[in-house]
């Protein structure tokens, strides 16, 4: 399938999404979003695929939402039009996503890589929601994922001032789980990818749903929600391969059951 704005490949058990806008720094319009969409529904009903990696370039993972298209849209346009409403699905992937990013990582683009699991960065990415300096604030998530991510605070002051965070201070702050180089950005998160695809594709599902969950729930509720897919493991011939396994100290075979 070609894409005019992304590049789609596989790379053993792991589905590659590497944005290509590079005349506008990725910057997401609703062509991009749509073939994003695509992609991940098409690695999501693949079970050859465990695991997904979103990238961009090495000067920009994403630039934000487009905002040479933003910039005459009309309320009733938008609101008919459902813009945004694409953006949504990719939080909906079941499957896991990493997102490596190097470079300029704001505002939507920002918002997408918090939509992802977890964010591998290289010591070159510039992290912000500078959508308060255009006249509007954050739209695809950025007000209520950031906070979840980094406290109240630093959230704050990254969107009423806009300004950039480094990678050093995003790893600080819990929004960025690991720090690389540039130059091996892509391969550590192919092989952190690899390794989550390694493993049972419904416990892993699972483990991912279960801990979205706490984000959106009570303490107690998160651990009966918890409790209740722990045990539910236990009916997957998964659960008893990798057990009996380790047992038998040898390397597990899932079979995605
Ligand atoms: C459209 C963009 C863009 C964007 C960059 N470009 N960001 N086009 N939308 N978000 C384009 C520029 O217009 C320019 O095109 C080309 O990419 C290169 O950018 P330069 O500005 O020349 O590069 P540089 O001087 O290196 O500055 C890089 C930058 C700057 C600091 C990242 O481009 C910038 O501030 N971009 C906007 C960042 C931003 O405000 N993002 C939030 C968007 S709002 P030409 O044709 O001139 O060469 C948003 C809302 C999300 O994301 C909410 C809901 C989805």
Redesign the pocket.
């Known amino acids: 399938m070609a894409y005019q704005n992304i590049l789609v490949e596989t790379r053993g058990h792991v589905g590659l999404v590497t944005l290509h806008r590079p005349?506008?720094?990725n910057?997401?319009n609703e062509t991009l979003i749509g073939e994003l969409n695509e992609a991940l529904a098409g690695f999501e009903s693949n079970p050859q695929i465990g695991c997904t990696v979103i990238t961009g370039s090495e000067?920009?993972f994403a630039?934000?939402?487009?905002?040479?298209?933003?910039a005459g849209k009309s309320y009733i346009e938008s609101y008919l039009g459902r813009f945004?409403d694409g953006?949504t699905r990719i939080s909906e992937t079941r499957k896991p996503v990493i997102a490596a990013v190097s470079g300029?990582c704001?505002?939507?683009?920002l918002?997408l890589a918090m939509m992802c699991d977890f964010i591998i960065a290289s010591d070159t990415a510039r992290f912000?929601l500078?959508?308060i300096?255009?006249g509007?604030m954050?739209?695809?998530g950025?007000t209520q994922r950031l906070p979840r991510f980094i406290g109240k605070a630093k959230a704050m002051d990254l969107i009423l001032t806009g300004r950039m965070m480094d990678a050093t201070e995003a790893e600080r702050c819990g929004l960025v789980a690991r720090i690389v180089t540039p130059e091996t950005l892509l391969d550590e998160a192919l092989s952190a990818a690899a390794k989550v695809a390694s493993y049972s594709q419904p416990i892993v599902m699972m483990a991912k749903e279960t801990v979205n969950r706490a984000q959106e729930t009570s303490l107690s509720e998160g651990a009966r929600f918890e409790r209740r897919l722990f045990l539910s493991m236990f009916a997957t011939e998964d659960q008893k391969e990798g057990m009996k396994a380790f047992i038998e100290k040898r390397k597990p075979e899932f079979l995605n059951r």
Do not use: H, R, S, Y
């Open positions: 005349q506008a720094l910057a997401l000067k920009a630039a934000g939402a487009d905002v040479k298209e933003m945004l953006w300029f704001l505002g939507g683009g918002e912000a500078p959508e300096t255009l509007i954050p739209g695809a950025g």
